[in-house]
């Protein structure tokens, strides 16, 4: 079946930075588009970025994150990264990985930024 784990979430003060993973497993991988949502406390869940997959590489990002964070995909290891740098306050959420074609979305993984 379709799996999505995230990891890589933690605690980190303004400025830092955390690499975010989502390991895939259950279906063709470099076929699906790939996301990172976010949904901070109160709000409703958020594209964040996204990448296409094999083939031409295409890439979305909210203007939040702009410059600052960088998503990447290794097809290999059916795995795709969120870089996230110069971390501020409002990056605080669960930060949700999803593929294309269908509601299949991970658990989520917890990012807080604070001092």
């Known amino acids: 079946q379709v799996q999505l784990v995230e990891s890589g979430g933690g605690s980190v003060q303004p400025g830092g930075s955390l690499r975010l993973s989502c390991a895939t497993s259950?279906?063709?991988?470099?076929?699906?588009?790939m996301y990172w949502y976010r949904q901070a406390p109160g709000k409703e869940r958020e594209l964040v970025a996204s990448?296409?997959?094999?083939?031409?590489?295409?890439?979305y990002y909210a203007d939040s994150v702009k410059g600052r964070f960088t998503i990447s995909r290794d097809n290999a290891k059916s795995t795709v990264y969120l870089q996230m740098n110069s971390l501020k306050f409002d990056d605080t959420g669960v930060y949700y990985c999803?593929?294309?074609?269908?509601?299949?979305w991970g658990q989520g993984t917890q990012v807080t930024v604070s001092s």
């Open positions: 259950g279906f063709t991988f470099s076929a699906h588009v």
């Open positions: 990448i296409a997959g094999s083939g031409g590489i295409t890439y």
């Open positions: 999803k593929r294309s074609g269908g509601a299949y």
